[in-house]
C-alpha cells in the first residue's frame, strides 16, 4: 500500500519561541511520528505550505486542491490547522477518486501532551477502510468533510460522523 502525505502546516507543525506566544510553522511533524512508529507501507511527505489556517486564503485552497488532483495515489493524508479545516475539505470534495483524510491537532506536535500521535494514528487507519471521499478525523472520530465544525469551547469537532 501506497500513502501520499501532504503537509499545509497548522498547529500540529508549530515551534513556539517565547512565553509571548511567538511561533513559527516549522517542519513536518508527522515525518517524525511514521519513523518512530515503524509503519509497514510506502508513503511520501510532500509539504504543499506551512500556514496557520486562519491564515490561508481561497487561493491558498486551491493549491492544495491541485496537489490532491495531480496525485496519482488514491489514499491521502492532509495535515492541516483545525481552524479551518473544514474549509478546505470543502474544496476537495469535488474529487471523487481518492480517499483523502484531513487530520492534524489541538496542541503542537512537539508538546508533551500532545493530541498529535493519536490523531495521526487514528487518520491512518481509518484511510485504509474509508471509501472514496472527503474526511475530517479528529479526536478519534471520522467526520463527513462537509458536515463538520470545531466547537473551539469544548476543544473537539462535531459533526456528521461515519457509523
Not at 32 to 38: D, Q, R, S
Not at 49 to 72: A, G, N, V
Not at 97 to 113: M, N, R, W, Y
Request: hydrophobic share 35%; with cysteine; proline share 2%.
Amino acid at each position: 500500500m501506497y500513502i501520499q502525505i501532504f503537509t499545509a502546516g497548522g498547529t500540529i507543525d508549530k515551534e513556539y519561541f517565547d512565553k509571548e506566544s511567538e511561533y513559527s510553522v516549522g517542519e513536518p511533524f508527522i515525518e517524525e511520528i511514521l519513523l518512530e512508529l515503524n509503519m509497514n507501507f510506502e508513503y511520501e511527505i510532500t509539504t504543499i505550505m506551512r500556514k496557520d489556517s486562519l491564515d490561508m486564503t481561497d487561493e491558498d485552497r486551491q493549491i492544495i486542491l491541485s496537489e490532491m488532483i495531480k496525485s496519482p495515489h488514491k489514499r491521502i493524508i492532509l495535515t492541516h490547522g483545525t481552524d479551518t479545516m473544514q474549509d478546505t475539505a470543502k474544496v476537495l470534495e469535488g474529487i471523487k477518486d481518492k480517499t483523502i483524510v484531513l487530520t492534524g491537532s489541538l496542541k503542537p506536535g512537539k508538546f508533551h501532551k500532545t493530541d498529535a500521535v493519536f490523531n495521526i494514528g487514528f487518520a491512518l487507519g481509518a484511510l485504509q477502510q474509508l471509501p472514496f471521499g472527503v474526511y475530517i478525523c479528529m479526536n478519534g472520530m471520522t467526520f463527513l468533510g462537509n458536515a463538520v465544525k470545531k466547537n473551539r469551547n469544548a476543544g473537539r469537532f462535531e459533526g456528521k460522523t461515519i457509523e
